[in-house]
């Protein structure tokens, strides 16, 4: 069974402007760990998870090089307009077992956020469906291969 990474740190929404604060954040990743429990992480708290736990996780973009810091692309809604969107988060490596959870930030899905990370949600094709026109049009191309 897989347990839930509840990133709690505030986020900015980019459609209405709202700001969460850190304990209203619903920005969570399944299957970033095995550990018997879910946990809550701040920036700067340690997780236990290696590279595979983000393939597990995530669907790899590309690969992380030696030791540079991860760059995962997850989905979360605001809690005031509810329109979902994108969150940038960033694990440094700490050893092949850990990671130290550094920061997240709401991204718009563009091809120069997507080319600098190295994974992105696996409920990609949910959004993909569910945000048809000119922001899916933009991004499609660079994500077709993990959407077959």
Not at 16 to 36: I, M, Q
Not at 74 to 84: F, K, L, N, T, Y
Not at 91 to 97: E, G
Request: aromatic residues 10%; glycine residues 4%; negative net charge.
């Amino acid at each position: 069974m897989a347990y839930v990474v509840w990133f709690l740190t505030p986020l900015t929404c980019l459609h209405c402007g709202a700001h969460t604060v850190e304990d209203e954040t619903n920005l969570h990743t399944s299957d970033l760990r095995w550990d018997p429990e879910s946990i809550n992480v701040r920036p700067g708290e340690l997780l236990d998870t290696g590279l595979q736990e983000f393939s597990d996780a995530y669907l790899k973009l590309r690969d992380p090089v030696g030791t540079e810091d991860v760059h995962a692309l997850e989905q979360w809604s605001c809690g005031v307009c509810h329109r979902a969107q994108w969150a940038r988060i960033v694990l440094r490596y700490v050893d092949p077992k850990h990671y130290r959870f550094v920061s997240a930030e709401t991204v718009a899905l563009t091809p120069e956020v997507i080319s600098a990370a190295h994974y992105i949600s696996s409920h990609l094709d949910w959004w993909v469906e569910t945000h048809p026109g000119e922001e899916s049009e933009r991004v499609l191309p660079l994500l077709k291969h993990l959407l077959t």
